[in-house]
């Protein structure tokens, strides 16, 4: 999926006389519960050595919930795999402003957690964070399992989404909004849109932020970013308000663009084959 892979063997590495420099650290990956690990089988680009360390190679994107940092994992010595790591802001960074109504048909397990978010706490902060990357982690993960082309999700830990990195070398892969496509230039990248709409519907979800900007277009091929607030369909009441706001979002750019396409045609589309 992307470019930005290098050969590394899984088998267990270990580098007993060296340590992490400055920008590194031991990966998290040894340590992380196969539950918070990506879907099986882990493609083979994966990096699962204990020996291996993640180096910071800079910030790829700020936002006002989380930044994305892209990281090196791999075994001194040996080559690599770059990774996007997405990282929920702490506590005095983040207001987390994200509506409740992407969280009707959740729960949070600890109580205790639910009153402090609820109370926007020092500590409620804290657990949204941690809470927003989980659910992003789990959201990829069902993505993938449903063949929605997403980057692959490598593991989560605390509030850092580690995902497969898609872009050329060190550059990430352009937005889809950046496109200087125009009309019909354009009817590949929305068909599969289109399709990717269609993947989130027969798996019974929205979206639910939807836009040509957490499209990513990488060399023609059109991959979904930005998770968090997937919306189960069914189980929120305004599911299909939500799958109805993606469809007309990215419609409109289109038609903006110079495509001519009619959103209720896609949107019956997308209803009659969650049913």
Excluded at 12 to 20: K, M, R
Excluded at 48 to 68: H, I, P, Q, W
Excluded at 166 to 194: I, K, M, N, W, Y
Excluded at 252 to 273: I, K, Q, S, Y
């Amino acid at each position: 999926m992307s470019s930005a892979r290098f050969d590394v063997s899984s088998s267990a590495v270990t580098a007993p006389d060296l340590e992490p420099g400055p920008d590194q650290r031991w990966s998290t990956w040894p340590a992380s519960p196969p539950t918070q690990r990506g879907p099986l089988p882990h493609p083979a680009w994966v990096v699962t050595a204990s020996g291996a360390f993640d180096t910071e190679l800079g910030v790829v994107k700020t936002g006002k919930e989380a930044d994305v940092h892209l990281i090196e994992r791999a075994v001194p010595g040996t080559s690599g795999v770059l990774l996007a790591a997405k990282r929920y802001r702490s506590t005095h960074h983040s207001d987390f402003h994200r509506s409740g109504s992407y969280e009707e048909g959740r729960s949070m397990r600890n109580t205790r957690d639910a009153r402090a978010v609820h109370r926007k706490t020092s500590y409620g902060r804290s657990v949204a964070a941690g809470h927003w990357a989980a659910s992003e982690f789990e959201a990829l993960c069902r993505a993938w399992r449903a063949g929605v082309p997403v980057p692959y999700p490598v593991q989560v830990s605390d509030t850092e989404v580690l995902m497969e990195f898609v872009g050329d070398g060190r550059t990430a892969a352009p937005r889809l909004a950046q496109s200087r496509l125009h009309g019909e230039e354009l009817r590949d990248a929305f068909d599969q849109v289109v399709a990717i709409l269609g993947a989130f519907a027969r798996a019974g979800f929205a979206h639910g932020d939807l836009s040509p900007y957490n499209l990513l277009d990488h060399h023609g091929r059109v991959l979904v970013i930005d998770l968090p607030q997937i919306v189960d369909v069914a189980a929120n009441p305004q599911g299909y308000d939500f799958l109805y706001r993606d469809v007309v979002n990215v419609s409109a750019w289109f038609t903006r663009r110079g495509l001519e396409n009619d959103p209720e045609d896609v949107f019956a589309e997308l209803v009659a084959m969650m049913w």
